[in-house]
């Protein structure tokens, strides 16, 4: 069974740091782009960053450099290294790749800024 484990959220003061990380087990040949979503309550989830396998990547417009997306593609880890946390990036944050046309999800890790 093909699964996505997140971790690494918590609780952390606005403009501290935080470093998430996503592991992909299972039948997993062929894991295409991988990525982070986040969902703050009362909102829709939105696109945070993402990664190609080859390490091309793509950023949320709002993030202006704060945020950015590694992987170890020898481990089927994808990393989210947040800098500078404000208030308004507390959401669950969720982990998401893809294999060919399938999409499948981590459970989500909490991330919560105080200000």
């Known amino acids: 069974q093909r699964q996505l484990v997140e971790s690494g959220g918590g609780l952390v003061q606005a403009g501290g740091s935080l470093r998430l990380s996503c592991e992909a087990s299972g039948p997993i040949d062929g894991l295409d782009v991988m990525g982070w979503y986040r969902q703050a309550p009362g909102k829709p989830r939105e696109l945070v960053a993402t990664i190609t396998t080859r390490g091309y990547t793509y950023y949320a417009d709002f993030l202006k450099g704060r945020f950015t997306i590694s992987r170890d593609n020898a481990k089927n880890t994808v990393y989210l290294q947040m800098n500078s946390l404000k208030p308004e990036d507390t959401a669950v944050y969720y982990c998401?790749?893809?294999?060919?046309?399938?999409?499948?999800w981590g459970q989500g890790t909490q991330v919560t800024v105080s200000s």
């Open positions: 998401s790749a893809r294999l060919y046309t399938d999409v499948f």
